[in-house]
Each structure stands twice: as C-alpha cells, then as structure tokens.
C-alpha cells in the first residue's frame, strides 16, 4: 500500500466509519427528544438514559478487546453495523405500533452502548492492518478530521431532521447509516491478523493490560487520558450550566460556543502531521494537553457579554484543536509500539480507564459544588489538566522527537 490516496481499503473504512458517526449523532439529538417530549419523561428518567448508553463503555471494555483481537475485526464491524440498525430501527417500528415506552428506550440505549464498544474495539484496532506503519499517524489525523466533520454534520443535520420531521423518524436515518456502514465494511481487505492465543477471558485480559501498565510509552500515555478524563469532567459538568446562568448566554449563545468548538478539532486533525514533523511528538503531546489548562482560565473570569462569549468561543476551539492533535498522535504511537496480536486488548485498556475515571469525575465535581460552588469546582477541574502533562514530562514520552519506529514483528516490549 503506497499511499492513503490510492488505499481503497482505507477509503471504505473512513467513509463507513464517518456514516455511523453521522447518524449517531443524529440519535444523540433524538433520543432525548423522544424521551422528553414524546415519553414526557422525568428528569430521573433521563438520568437513567443517559446511564444506560454509558454504562458499557466501562463494563465492556476489556472483553470486547479480547474479541477483537481473537476473531475478525471486519466481520466485528459487519455484525455490529448490522446490529445497530436494526436496534434503532426498534424505536419507530414501536411508535408506529403505539407500542413504545421508556423500557423500550433504555433497552435501545443499553444494546447500542454496547454494540458500540464492541465495534470500536475492532474498527480502531484495524487499523493498523489497512495502511502501513509509515503511514499510521497521517491514517489517524484523516480519521480524526472525518469524523469532526461526520459529527457536525449529524450533529447539526439531527437538529434540523428532528425540527421538520419529528425526533422519532430521524431515526430511520440513523438506521441507514449503520447499513451504508456495514456495506463500507464489507469492502476493506485488511492485511492477514496476528495468529491468535486461545486461552480464558481472564488470562487474555490481563495479558492485554499487563502489557500496557508494562510498556514504558503506553503506560504514560494511557494515564495521562484517564488523568485527563478525570479533570475535563469535573470541568465539562458545569460549563453549560456556567454559561446558561453566571454568564446569561442563552440557548443561542451555548450552540454558538459549541459550534466553534468543534470547528477546532477539524483544524487540529489536519495539521497534526505537520505539526509532529516540525516539533516532534513529545512537544504536540505535551502542548496538547497544557492547552486544556490554558484554554479554561476565560470561563472561570469571564462576564456576561458577547465579548467574553467569543473568547470562551475561541479558547474552546483552540483547546480542541490541540486536543485532535494530541490525540491522533498518541494513538498513533500507542498502534506502533503494540504487537498486532495485542492492538484490540491495548486499545481497550485505554477505553476502560478512560471510562472509569469519567464518574469519579462527575462526582467531584458535585461534591466541590455542594460544598464551594460551581467556581471552585470549574477552578479544581482547570488545575487537575495540569496532572497529564506532568506524568508525561516525567516519562520516556518527553524524549521522542519523531514519531517510533516498530521494529520487525512489533515485539511485546520496548
């Protein structure tokens, strides 16, 4: 495979992968909609939604990293598409037949969870397989500025659907979208798996995690993003409520914020190459990361006013596109310094604590707001994205000045 233009494998994989992002995005807008205003569901009920989607990404995690190394990541992604359309489509067909409830939604948002880190083990996993080493991190930062796009669009795509058809016929698109998924699946030849180690769950797991919390890169990664999820909870808990109160934005205002945001991760994908070639990776991860702490100081100063609504606009959008970044190329180094037979398990440890630490930051931030404010809770949030920049200074991380080299056969260690 010379190059990602001429990868026909890589081309289906992105598109599908983009298409499923789209329409979840479109249920993310609906199902609530439906919850809310269809179910006319309380607030307890909506918690509970929202618990029912989540939920997986902690409990699932590291088997779903078994699966996806031991059997075929493409027919994972196939049979997960395929699963998914037809979970979604449970929604209308119930309301057509007068028959839906909310056990019926948090039925839906339970198995889609779940689908959903069973594809993700092996769609990230794969890719390792489409393109070669030299190629990986470029392949992450094309990903990365598709699905900024896929997310937009469905994002703002969902709200328009729902607004002119209904929250609940939106839905049929989200169920397409998963089709035209698994179609794209279908299409990629990725290069012949690693031989595959049976053995029990348990064994496979640890094994997974054990060479992580071994490996001198992937250990410091992979705790600066649970450290990181951690503190940009806390945060992320109460800047809505920030803005919709303290600084009077409005629903106008709060989408204006997002949408600017967002338009930073598409920038960030894109330069992320460049980036890493001129400063190196430690520099891109480390600035990254730094950028989170830097970028919050505006909410925690600013008064109501259009002004400071634009710079907590654009703060937001630069943080987000040093968080793409970031991102794409500490995957990148994680795929290159991971043994193929271990991709799945290695990329699902990350998926796990990540997931992990996001509660115990949502209860911190509730603690430090029931006892000194919505303030002091943004300010200890803001502080804690100091954490992750400090544990990779402190690790081997700080040293790379190009991107790592995987020597034949990808050993287990390095």
């Known amino acids: 495979m010379a190059s990602l233009r001429g990868n026909g494998s890589f081309r289906a994989y992105w598109l599908g ?5 789209a329409g979840s995005s479109v249920h993310a807008v609906a199902l609530p909609v439906v919850a809310v205003l269809e179910l006319e569901a309380t607030p307890g009920q909506v918690s509970l939604l929202t618990a029912a989607a989540t939920a997986p990404a902690f409990l699932l995690a590291l088997p779903a990293g078994v699966a996806g190394d031991r059997w075929s990541k493409r027919r994972i992604m196939i049979a997960t598409d395929l699963a998914s359309s037809a979970a979604v489509a449970v929604i209308p067909a119930t309301w057509a037949a007068g028959a839906m409830s909310m056990p019926v939604l948090y039925a839906v948002a339970l198995l889609l969870g779940s689908l959903t880190v069973l594809h993700q083990a092996a769609s990230i996993a ?22 900024s796009v896929s997310d937009a669009v469905g994002t ?8 002119v058809a209904g929250a609940v016929r939106a839905l049929w698109l989200d169920a397409a979208s998963y089709l ?29 995690v054990g060479f992580v919390m071994r490996n001198p890169l992937q250990r410091p ?39 600017v945001t967002g338009a930073g991760g598409l920038v960030g994908a ?28 505006p909410l925690l100063i600013a008064h109501p006013g259009p002004v400071w609504l634009g710079v907590i606009a654009l703060a937001g959008a630069a943080r987000t596109a040093a968080a793409a970044a970031a991102g794409t190329t500490q995957r990148s180094i994680r795929q290159l310094t991971c043994p193929d037979r271990l991709q799945s398990r290695a990329q699902q440890t990350s998926v796990w ?29 803001t502080a804690a994205y100091l954490v992750p920049a400090s544990l990779l200074w402190a690790s081997p991380i700080r040293h790379l000045t190009t991107m790592p080299t995987p020597r034949k ?3 287990d260690a390095s």
């Open 17 to 21: 992968e983009g298409s499923a992002l």
């Open 126 to 147: 794969i890719v390792p397989e489409l393109v070669e080493p030299r190629l990986l991190h470029p392949a992450n930062t094309r990903i990365a500025s598709v699905f």
């Open 156 to 163: 703002y795509g969902g709200t328009l659907v729902v607004a």
């Open 180 to 208: 035209v998924s698994a179609w794209c699946a279908s299409r990629i030849r990725p290069s012949a798996p690693a031989p595959l180690r049976r053995g029990g769950m348990a064994g496979a797991i640890c094994e997974g």
């Open 221 to 259: 990664l992979v705790l600066s993003l649970a450290t990181h999820a951690y503190a940009d909870t806390v945060v992320v808990t109460y800047v809505a409520y920030t803005l919709l109160t303290r600084l009077d934005a409005g629903s106008t205002g709060l989408g204006l914020v997002m949408g």
């Open 270 to 297: 894109l330069a992320a190459t460049r980036l890493v070639a001129r400063f190196g990776p430690a520099r891109v991860l480390l600035a990254g990361f730094l950028a989170y702490a830097v970028c919050g100081v």
């Open 353 to 381: 604590l990540v997931a992990g630490a996001r509660p115990f930051g949502a209860m911190t931030a509730g603690g430090i707001a029931a006892a000194f404010g919505v303030r002091a809770a943004l300010l200890a949030g």
């Open 409 to 411: 056969g990808r050993p």
